[in-house]
């Protein structure tokens, strides 16, 4: 068994909030929609079929949830239903990833070609308050770039560059700054309207889904394609677990005992209080399978903003990591409020929990947990400490001898 020096390389960042009020639950049977979701004008839900695997984009379907449970048909003829958003007409736009084209499709679902020219696997859209589209290309000619559309349908490039890695999710805030999630990496980039790329954040699991601006907390939401959560990241650049716990499934629950599997497509509700996110029913990556999905809905993200806005004091805080460097025992002090039981949990770079510890009771006060680390190989992890309604985390490097 090797030796390993553990030591704290950076905050990358911090959690710590309470999640007692964040629920999740699945709202729909399994069906074939694995591409993007919107919320509707309409308060109901549109979900984009992408296709049965990420190798296969041949979903040809626009599905239509309605908050009394029913799931409908709203459209057909799609070539790899990607990213989709409305304009202010009422009009639905959908990304085929598979056509390479933007379709517009009318509120009766009357599908019509709507923009060719630059386009290349499109995925995420979006569109500005003058109903203006911006295209993330993924591949193919003109790949990794933005595409600007203008309502008369004219094409024209916005932005690109080394950055860009498959860019996915797409999306816009008040300041007419646009906001990409990228898909072959972890990285979230800042576009401002000049056309000026930098990067903004770096979501953990190195492989994200789409994103959405919420105007009532002033925060992005990602969904984590390779770690299978769900994160939120303020205009200060800092990143929160929202749900999940890094176990691909489809359980429902408390935000940290719910978990997603591949969780692609995100919608926000007008209110800020609940997101919608697909999620594929097939847990193995053999043939990376997508479908059958389901669709989750997340609840009380309100609560978490007051909470954090109001600086509520957490139950679990004070995480601290020595020593710096360590030849694999490391100690870890923290603090609690309450009485209660903590977990510690280790991740690697791609967001799987390599190592936990089990749930041990510990009483109001300051604590130091011993633990050995030197069976893992050197890389960057995350080392984060549990309990029912709280979490702090920090970044960690091993680097065996």
């Known amino acids: 068994m090797k030796k390993g020096t553990v030591f704290l390389l950076f905050s990358l960042f911090f959690i710590q909030f309470s999640t007692a009020q964040v629920e999740v639950t699945t709202v729909t049977d399994e069906f074939p929609g694995s591409g993007g979701v919107k919320y509707g004008p309409d308060g109901n839900v ?22 009394d449970g029913t799931l409908e048909l709203f459209a057909t003829g799609l070539q790899g239903a990607s ?4 304009v202010s007409t009422g009009d639905f736009f959908q990304s085929n990833i598979n056509g390479g084209y933007i379709s517009q499709v009318s509120p009766q679902g009357v599908v019509s070609t709507f923009v060719t020219d630059g386009i290349a696997c499109p995925v995420g859209i979006v569109a500005d308050p003058a109903d203006n589209l911006y295209v993330c290309n993924c591949c193919g000619t003109g790949d990794n770039m933005i595409r600007k559309i203008t309502p008369a349908g ?3 490039p916005f932005a690109g560059g080394t950055l860009f890695k498959c860019p996915n999710g797409i999306t816009i805030d ?9 898909f072959n990496d972890g990285r979230v980039l800042k576009i401002t309207p000049a056309g000026s790329v930098s990067v903004f954040a770096e979501i953990p699991g190195g492989n994200n889904g789409h994103l959405t601006y919420s105007p009532a907390d002033s925060s992005l939401y990602v969904a984590s394609h390779g770690s299978s959560n769900l994160y939120k990241v303020n205009m200060d650049q800092e990143i929160t677990l929202v749900a999940g716990n890094g ?3 489809n359980a429902d629950g408390p935000a940290f005992q ?14 800020g209080d609940t997101l919608w996110v697909n999620s594929s029913i097939p847990v193995s990556n053999v043939g990376l399978p997508l479908n059958p999905s389901v669709l989750r809905m997340v609840t009380g993200l309100q609560g978490l903003t007051s909470a954090v806005q109001d600086k509520i004091m957490p139950e679990l805080s004070a995480l ?28 690697d770079p791609l967001g799987r929990l390599v190592e936990q510890g089990k749930p041990t009771d510990f009483q109001a006060g300051v604590h130091t947990l011993l633990i050995n680390l030197e069976s893992h190989p050197a890389g960057l992890y995350e080392f984060g400490l549990w309990t029912n ?13």
């Open 46 to 67: 549109y979900v984009g079929n992408y296709g049965d695997a990420l190798s296969n984009s041949n979903g040809t379907q626009i599905w239509r949830w309605k908050p």
């Open 83 to 86: 990213g989709n958003t409305f």
């Open 154 to 156: 004219v094409s024209t």
């Open 174 to 182: 008040p300041d007419q700054n646009l906001y990409v999630s990228n």
């Open 247 to 249: 176990i691909r499934g």
């Open 258 to 271: 719910a978990t997603f599997s591949r969780p692609n497509g995100m919608a926000l509700s007008s209110t």
């Open 320 to 347: 601290a990591i020595f020593p710096n460097p360590s030849t694999g025992d490391i100690r870890v002090n923290f603090e609690l409020q309450s009485a209660m039981p903590v977990e510690w949990r280790l991740y």
């Open 389 to 401: 309604t709280s979490v702090v985390s920090r970044k960690l490097y091993l680097d065996n001898d």
